[in-house]
């Protein structure tokens, strides 16, 4: 029992020394402006060597009107779950895109390159894409610069 009312017994309240700058108000304000703690770590960047992430920074597309000054439609086609049956569905967007040029036909793929807004519809910049065909046709050109037939190439 003596035990218990020995712990229990605290030093006089005249005796405990409360030592925070808070007593009576006098805080200069530089404290107050920002809580420091030992868990918070400085924030570090992310390493350089990772790309950004650009996620709806750029497109690809079919264009579809090219009638406007300095303007082209471009339909964007996504595949996306259906809701309710959750099956792939190809969902279709058309989007303005600033071509300075007016190089681009209907039927051209293009892809969009996102930028600051140009007009009140247009944010994207419409680029050229090269055509699959002219990716063979370098393929093609390479092997021949090698001079090494292919086995197909070979006489049987």
């Not at 209907?106 to 007009?119: F, T």
């Not at 894409?129 to 001079?147: H, Y």
């Amino acid at each position: 029992m003596s035990l218990a009312t020995s712990l229990l017994q605290f030093p006089p309240l005249h005796t405990v020394k409360l030592s925070t700058p808070f007593i009576h108000g006098s805080t200069p304000l530089t404290l107050l402006s920002k809580p420091s703690s030992f868990l918070t770590q400085p924030t570090s960047s992310p390493p350089s060597f990772l790309p950004p992430i650009r996620a709806m920074k750029s497109l690809q597309g079919r264009v579809v009107c090219a009638t406007s000054d300095k303007t082209v439609a471009v339909e964007v086609v996504r595949l996306a779950p259906h809701p309710k049956y959750k099956r792939r569905v190809r969902k279709k967007k058309k989007y303005q895109a600033h071509d300075p040029e007016n190089q681009f036909k209907v039927g051209d793929i293009v892809q969009l390159e996102k930028s600051r807004p140009i007009s009140k519809t247009k944010t994207f910049l419409a680029i050229s894409v090269p055509s699959r065909n002219s990716r063979k046709k370098e393929t093609d050109e390479a092997s021949e610069e090698l001079g090494i037939p292919f086995e197909s190439q070979q006489p049987a």
